[in-house]
């Protein structure tokens, strides 16, 4: 209770609301639809994680394992995080200074005797953010002012804490909007509180495809008729683009937290959605028709630029050809990137995925 009550005063008692966005946890509070959703699932003991689906898939198991998505929740240790791990001592332009003590990680104000509060979780893959996270012991989340950038090897305020007044630490959250942050980043959490299980951690087999402990248990003694997981290949791709917009964004989610409808770049499902391109598909052009869940999205424009053609094409002219260059650099004029987090000094750009013409818009 006395490492509750500490944190609680360094952090703050702000009750604010946050949307984890992208490869870390990098939200705007005053965004954020004021009943969390998806609800948590209560039916832990079914969940199995990744380790019982590797049996079976080992070959997707193995790509899937060295994803951003598989890595997006960890440990704040130096060994778990290896290369990602924050540096330790004075964090530049603040009052902040990160520390590992015995049991992990520490963030302290050093003019403030009770300006103290230990991190547990690392939210992100390193991609772009990574912010963190302690749990108290009533199941409320402690979120670090500060978010680190591996990459770029520099840190930035996590967004939506820009004009938190000096001395405080960070934020506290809520046990719902914990929950609702964490299912980003996690297969399952706990009913009654956030904070996943560590064999729950990252976006695992069971985030898309649904608990396995019945399909696991009906592979093993061989009877294939029961427990027979959903074949998400045969879903139509509009129920395939929500299932991602989950936790990339739908029209429901822009419209409930009143988002600027230019969002089409931070909510890539939504931005989809909205595109001719889907809407005169026939029910075809989903997330999955560019991008592979079980590995990270390709960074060649020629490789999107070939699911373009795929419709586009003078030789397959399932649509009109693009008349300004019908064979190539669709990418950049058609969904060309943006700044993602309008009112912070964070210089991360996103794709537009809302498929554009320009002379139309």
């Not at 005053?30 to 948590?40: C, E, F, G, H, R």
Request: proline letters at 7%.
């Amino acid at each position: 209770m006395q490492r509750q009550a500490v944190l609680r005063r360094a952090l703050g008692l702000g009750m604010t609301f946050l949307l984890f966005l992208m490869a870390g946890c990098l939200g705007d509070p005053s965004l954020t639809p004021a009943s969390p959703k998806p609800k948590p699932t209560t039916v832990v003991e079914e969940f199995v994680g990744n380790t019982a689906c590797t049996e079976c898939h080992p070959d997707i198991a193995k790509s899937h394992a060295q994803s951003y998505h598989a890595l997006t929740l960890n440990t704040l240790t130096a060994h778990e995080l290896g290369t990602r791990v924050p540096p330790k001592g004075d964090i530049p332009n603040t009052e902040f200074v990160l520390s590992e003590q015995a049991k992990g990680f520490q963030v302290a104000i050093p003019s403030q005797t009770e300006a103290t509060a230990a991190l547990d979780l690392a939210v992100g893959s390193g991609k772009t953010g990574v912010t963190y996270v302690a749990f108290l012991e009533d199941g409320q989340m402690a979120e670090f002012r500060m978010s680190y950038f591996p990459l770029k090897k520099r840190w930035y305020v996590t967004p939506g804490q820009e004009k938190l007044a000096a001395g405080s630490l960070g934020k506290v959250h809520p046990i719902s909007n914990a929950q609702k942050c964490m299912l980003c980043h996690a297969v399952t959490v706990p009913e009654a509180g956030g904070k996943p299980e560590k064999r729950f951690f990252g976006v695992g087999c069971e985030s898309c495809h649904g608990a396995g402990g019945a399909h696991v248990r009906a592979a093993r003694t061989g009877d294939e008729k029961s427990g027979r997981m959903e074949a998400l290949g045969k879903l139509p791709a509009s129920q395939l683009n929500v299932r991602c917009g989950k936790c990339h964004g739908t029209r429901e989610d822009v419209a409930v937290a009143h988002l600027p409808k230019d969002v089409s770049n931070r909510m890539q499902t939504y931005g989809l959605m909205e595109s001719k391109c889907f809407q005169k598909s026939s029910d075809k052009l989903s997330c999955l028709t560019c991008h592979s869940p079980h590995e990270n999205a390709k960074t060649q424009p020629v490789f999107y630029e070939r699911a373009c053609l795929k419709c586009h094409s003078p030789q397959t002219p399932l649509q009109k050809p693009c008349p300004v260059n019908p064979k190539e650099k669709c990418i950049g004029c058609h969904m060309p990137a943006r700044k993602a987090l309008a009112g912070s000094e964070i210089p991360m750009t996103m794709a537009d995925h809302k498929i554009h013409i320009p002379e139309k818009d």
